[in-house]
């Protein structure tokens, strides 16, 4: 089955300054890739999500990159705010029109210091 | 609309007990998951369902059971709970557009945070 590793585990970063979270997985047939964001005692609520046709995308201040050669995806977030302080998730699917099948890797804890 | 729902918000129980979360989402999504979220673990598929009367086992489905009769309800059952079975439980639904053969977001409820003594 997939299998997607999730690095680094905790991330500090000063308000202002850019976050990155990188994410591997080892189905070379996924072809979607999801980030959550969860803030604590809720459910995970989706940021952005990339398909295996597009290699990046952007949504203000978050980006998504993904490198299908390397099986490698990652979530850049500039000019960090605190209300971005919480645990990042990122997931990717390799069954095509099925959302019900995402595989976690185990978050980053992002904490955006004043 | 209210989006995912989930019953209980917290419960405690004693090994060996049953009990039934419940899920339910008033989006009319085809898909809809249940998830188990550890420490350092990540969220893992425990099972799913791509539409009323169909279910799958996902990664960790042992010692839980699902069932689909609607397309709003999706509950969770645990047949005779143990201590490794404390975590806290996510429903998820999703819909599909089958032109795009892609698949589409997915809405989490709030979570069920289950103890077994």
């Known amino acids: 089955g997939e299998n997607v590793e999730q690095h680094p585990s905790t991330l500090s970063v000063q308000e202002g300054d850019s976050a990155v979270i990188k994410c591997t997985y080892s189905?070379?047939?996924?072809?979607?890739f999801p980030w959550y964001k969860q803030e604590l005692g809720k459910g995970p609520q989706l940021i952005i999500d990339?398909?295996?046709?597009?290699g990046e995308k952007k949504d203000q201040r978050i980006a998504v990159t993904l490198n299908k050669t390397a099986k490698h995806f990652s979530l850049h977030i500039t000019e960090t705010q605190p209300e971005d302080s919480a645990v990042y998730f990122c997931?990717?699917?390799?069954?095509?029109?099925?959302?019900?099948?995402?595989?976690f890797g185990t978050g980053t804890r992002l904490q955006v210091t004043l | 609309n209210a989006g995912v729902t989930q019953t209980p918000k917290f419960q405690v129980l004693k090994t060996g007990q049953s009990m039934t979360l419940q899920c339910a989402q008033d989006?009319?999504?085809?898909?809809m998951s249940w998830y188990r979220q550890d420490p350092g673990m990540g969220l893992r598929l425990i099972h799913y369902?791509?539409?009323?009367?169909?279910?799958d086992q996902g990664e960790v489905p042992n010692g839980y059971n699902v069932s689909r009769s609607t397309t709003e309800d999706f509950p969770l059952r645990l047949l005779s709970a143990a201590p490794s079975q404390t975590s806290v439980y996510f429903c998820?639904?999703?819909?599909?557009?089958?032109?795009?053969?892609?698949?589409?977001?997915?809405?989490f409820g709030p979570g069920t945070r289950l103890t077994v003594t």
């Open positions: 998820a639904s999703s819909y599909r557009d089958s032109s795009l053969r892609a698949p589409y977001e997915q809405y």
């Open positions: 990339i398909r295996s046709n597009v």
């Open positions: 189905d070379s047939a996924s072809n979607y």
């Open positions: 989006m009319n999504h085809e898909y």
């Open positions: 997931a990717a699917s390799n069954t095509p029109g099925t959302a019900s099948k995402l595989t």
């Open positions: 369902s791509v539409g009323a009367g169909i279910t």
